[in-house]
């Protein structure tokens, strides 16, 4: 096993995010005596996978190669046939891959080997694993999340004054972090399944919440909850929709008023999803169920301190990827207000994996434990 063709399946991997949900970024490299014979990368959903596309590139050279791969080999019939059938059909000589794979239609015990990692041996081929599992594992996060979790993988992202403020105390906000924190934060956006944001959001700033980024390949599912519809229909996130799509979800019972509002928006486009309440608000559980189902797996939170307060409080938050800009503001308009725990023994702990500074702010990205 050479180490750097591992690496250049993970870097293979990368070119998958973004176009293949609800499919993981798999890499595949495909060697022969110490030469690259081909590579390839998960592509659009019902599509190749990262294996059978390299197969494919290698042709009749890949028999008596090596192939490394990110995640393991696939045994089951999907919207493609099995992974591990094209693998032995090629007259692969090795396989080494990264992760195991949790998904139950792969492995129903991933503590054993399975159907495909016994198939692939029987049919002669030597097959290992175990290699850059932490990145490799972090790389997938969306697609584990998904199949361990069983909803998408929540990035909630925050601009803060370096005091913790998301706005000055007459309200205004632009610009706390800097032109590359938020250039960033387009390249995010155009990675990502959905923006979800609540109506306070959009009657507050009107946002457009789509990638800006030059040459941008797709846009994300754009998601608004809002429990009466109070949306407005010349809105910009209603006036782009032939940008990007909308969805919103709102309350099981609409007034008369609503009633007539939602047929107009379902005529311009718009997505309503009815969503059952928890409270007076509406259920965040059976709206990320709801996204699940429909297989999105990453969505970016870019929400006002309340819903954010409540995703957090409710442990629906993976990630925390937070902008301070180098600034101080004051006031009382500090990030989370609504998350009240009581007691410092209370606190939500969280895993800081990375800080670094960009164009003089300080992006955290953190982990909830």
């Given at each position: ?266 005529n311009m486009g718009v997505e309503l999803v009815p969503i059952g309440l928890e409270g007076t608000h509406l259920s965040l559980p059976k709206v990320l169920d709801f996204l699940h189902n429909r297989g999105f797996y990453s969505v970016l939170l870019e929400s006002g301190g309340a819903l954010a ?61």
């Amino acid at each position: 096993m050479n180490p750097k063709y591992m690496q250049m399946a993970f870097e293979e991997a990368e070119k998958a995010r973004g176009f293949c949900s609800p499919n993981p970024f798999v890499g595949a490299v495909v060697v022969k005596d110490d030469v690259v014979i081909a590579q390839a990368h998960t592509q659009s959903y019902g599509s190749y996978h990262a294996e059978a596309m390299a197969l494919k590139l290698a042709g009749e050279k890949a028999k008596g190669a090596d192939l490394y791969v990110t995640l393991e080999p696939c045994s089951h019939q999907g919207k493609t046939p099995p992974c591990t059938d094209a693998i032995i059909k090629a007259g692969i000589k090795r396989v080494f891959f990264g992760i195991r794979d949790p998904n139950p239609q792969v492995n129903e015990d991933i503590s054993k080997e399975g159907v495909g990692i016994v198939a692939m041996r029987e049919a002669g081929i030597e097959v290992s694993w175990g290699y850059m599992e932490e990145e490799i594992a972090r790389q997938n996060e969306y697609f584990l999340c998904r199949i361990q979790k069983g909803r998408p993988f929540v990035i909630l992202k925050m601009a803060l004054s370096l005091d913790g403020k998301y706005a000055a105390p007459d309200g205004s906000s632009k610009w706390i972090s800097s032109a590359a924190s938020r250039m960033q934060v387009h390249v995010l956006r155009h990675q990502v399944d959905c923006m979800l944001v609540g109506i306070s959001t959009v009657l507050a700033d009107d946002p457009l919440l789509t990638s800006r980024i030059p040459l941008a390949r797709r846009q994300p599912l754009r998601v608004v909850l809002d429990k009466d519809l109070q949306l407005p229909i010349d809105c910009a996130l209603v006036k782009s929709m032939d940008q990007a799509p909308l969805m919103v979800f709102h309350a099981p019972v609409l007034g008369r008023k609503q009633f007539m509002k939602a047929a107009i928006l379902r005529n311009m486009g718009v997505e309503l999803v009815p969503i059952g309440l928890e409270g007076t608000h509406l259920s965040l559980p059976k709206v990320l169920d709801f996204l699940h189902n429909r297989g999105f797996y990453s969505v970016l939170l870019e929400s006002g301190g309340a819903l954010a307060s409540e995703f957090v409080r409710l442990r629906l938050v993976d990630k925390l990827l937070i902008y301070y800009g180098s600034k101080i503001i004051g006031g009382d308009r500090a990030a989370l207000s609504s998350l009240n725990l009581g007691n410092i023994a209370n606190a939500i702990k969280i895993d800081i994996r990375s800080c670094m500074v960009l164009d003089g702010d300080l992006v955290l990205e953190a982990y909830l434990k």
